[in-house]
């Protein structure tokens, strides 16, 4: 397969927004020039050459959820390719792929009408050539498999055949779309395209990019949220053999050498003073008891269904508790890197971000060229989560290029990945419920106070205080109660953040499953068994429900010192349920033995990607929710590597099955769904197997130890 990252395309693309997806599908009007070099472009997505080699142009970031598989799928079942004939190459930003960022778990959702039109728009001009060719009615002739067929005599030609021929048609504007019924592709296991390359090394990381007469570069950054550099002795600093300049960029101090490792060095030498700022007193201790005072007021309404209050104070019996999520890194497996050249007519970036689009503008910004004089070469990413849609990284490159007139390579540690994040915002939880005397709920409150991401990055889009994504997975809990109200108060301690892997969800599922378990516990009824009695409207939520415990045999019995839990959850248009088995040692020790889940996206593309980004989803979330947390002190990031932030090891992993229940509805996102319903599911079925409630993540083993 190719992987390259170069790109030509012709200036007479003409460009039409497809409305609602902030995308664009370009057309094209052919002429004689275009189809003289053989070469057969309906449009911005696709080309066939005269051998029939198939490319498909990828317009978002690889970074493991396999869209250069799932991608490519689309246009070939709509073309009625030969998929052995696929090949993609990775687009480089242009105003015909419109916003190319890859986040929100939309690669599929945002592509699949642009992409499927891509390839009916080539397979109807494929088969109107053929038809032309042979002077026969188009109605009988018709596409299959890389070829044009006329049914009546049985003659074929292959698409490369009829390359040249195409070219010269009219692109159709509304080409008929494939029912379902009839996908070839579609719904079907394909062997990812890009392994070939990773598995032989050939396949090129940010971290893997090499640039004649590149220099290296590491940033001493200010320890302190917010610190800015008071005074600099870099004369030792640039006594280390190999370093280049000690600079002073926006983010701190940048020293440029010859080799990574002389930057290392460099670094290690240099003298920094600090003026830290406000935040130097900021810690763990004092956000949290800020939040707790803050929690004593009411918030900006999210939900209000009912009365909320009035139902409590009438109640048989309430239910209350406080629930506590922490700050969390994305820890990437690759640390932030970027390649950055400005030149004296433009600028190239090498970069693995999750946002070519925002990569592109931050480099303009920096450098001060107009985009189309900037050029982004979008590298496979080594985990993304939602860190790499920030640019941070890429303009400190641009910014110490810019500064030396040469090409320089802006490496991270492990250090500085960890203590200069934008982290998962923290968060505090209460929540109360009340019963009527048969034990049905009949009123739930959530008053949620944290930072909000939106209020950082569009505050515009904060409207009366309430940061939408910071609710959602809480305001709009599915269960079936008369009397709901969920409020928010938005409080930024200082410490920055950011999207992390399914952003309001990777908190609030936890909370609002674990507190409905509670109020299971509190009526004496078996938490499927309620959930099943109020989700009698929310059928997605339900089918899902019932798949899972089904498959993990709900209700049979465990081994001694075993618990199942489970948690429901719809986030990204798609919806999951999660049945954990865990165990607990005498020592507090927590065990998952096993992970059911299922899954309705609406649509399959590739059922193998489905069932690898749950399974990748629900190793981060429980990740998180056994290990994950931040803390601050003294406006510091206490951790600093895999030694005290660490993550799930291979033998710490659970078996984890996982089953893809498409229910032919709206098409849901899937690289972020698999990750809100694994900590409550972990959570309840440790109350099952102990009785004892974890209300604060991350699980310690001291709060479960017996005796």
Known sequence: MTTGTSLTRRDFLKLGALAGAGLVIAFRIPDAAEAATGAFEPNAWLAIDPQGRITVWIARSEMGQGVRTSLPMLVAEELEADWSSIRFEQAIPAPRYGNMSTGGSQSIRSMTEPLRKAGAAAREMLISAAADTWKVDRATCHAENGAVIHAPSGRKLAYGALAVK?????????????????????????????????????????????????????????????GKVASVDAARAEAVKGVRRVLQIGSGVAIVADTLWAARDGRDALRVTWNEGLLASLDSAGIRSTFAELAKKPGASARKEGQGATALAGAART???????????????????????????????WVGSQSATGAQRKAAEVSGFPLEKVVVHTMLLGGGFGRR???????????????????????????????????????????????????????????????????????????????????????????????????????????????????????????????FDEV??????????????????????????????AKAGWGKPLPKGRGRGIAVHASFDSYAAQVAEVAVADDGTVRVHRVVCAVDPGHVVNPDTIEAQMESGIVYGLTAALKGEITIAKGRVQQGNFDDYEVLRMNECPAIEVHVAPSGEFLGGIGEVGTPPIAPAVVNAIAAATGKRVRRLPIRAEALRRG
């Open 166 to 226: 195409a070219g010269t048609l009219p692109v159709p504007e509304n080409p008929p779309l494939k029912d379902a019924k009839d996908f070839k592709i579609l719904g079907t296991r394909r062997a990812r395209l890009d392994v070939p390359a990773k598995v032989d090394g050939s396949a090129q990381f940010g971290l893997d990019v090499r640039v004649p007469g590149m220099l290296y570069a590491m940033v001493e950054r200010c320890p302190v949220f917010g």
């Open 319 to 349: 239910i209350e508790a406080v629930y506590e999520a922490p700050y969390l890194a994305h820890a990437t497996m690759e640390p932030m890197n970027c390649t950055a050249f400005v030149k004296q007519d433009g600028c190239e970036v």
């Open 389 to 515: 849609s920030h640019q941070d990284f890429v303009a400190e490159a641009v910014e110490i290029s810019k500064a030396l007139n040469a090409p320089v390579k802006v490496v991270w540690t492990r250090e500085d990945d960890m203590q200069h994040d934008h982290y998962r915002p923290a968060s505090y939880h209460v929540l109360r419920a009340g019963l009527d005397v048969k034990g049905v709920p009949v009123a739930w409150t959530h008053r949620q106070v944290g930072a909000g991401i939106l209020a950082l990055i569009a505050p515009q889009a904060v409207q009366n205080g309430l940061d939408p994504t910071s609710v959602d997975g809480a305001e709009n809990i599915p269960y079936a109660i008369p009397n709901i109200e969920v409020d928010y108060i938005l409080h930024d301690p200082g410490v920055p953040v950011w999207w992390w892997r399914s952003v309001g969800s990777s908190h609030n599922a936890f909370v609002v499953e674990c507190f």
């Open 520 to 549: 299971a516990a509190a009526a004496g009824r078996d938490p499927l068994e309620l959930r099943r009695e109020l989700l009698q409207g929310q059928p997605r939520h339900l089918a899902v429900m019932e798949l899972a415990a």
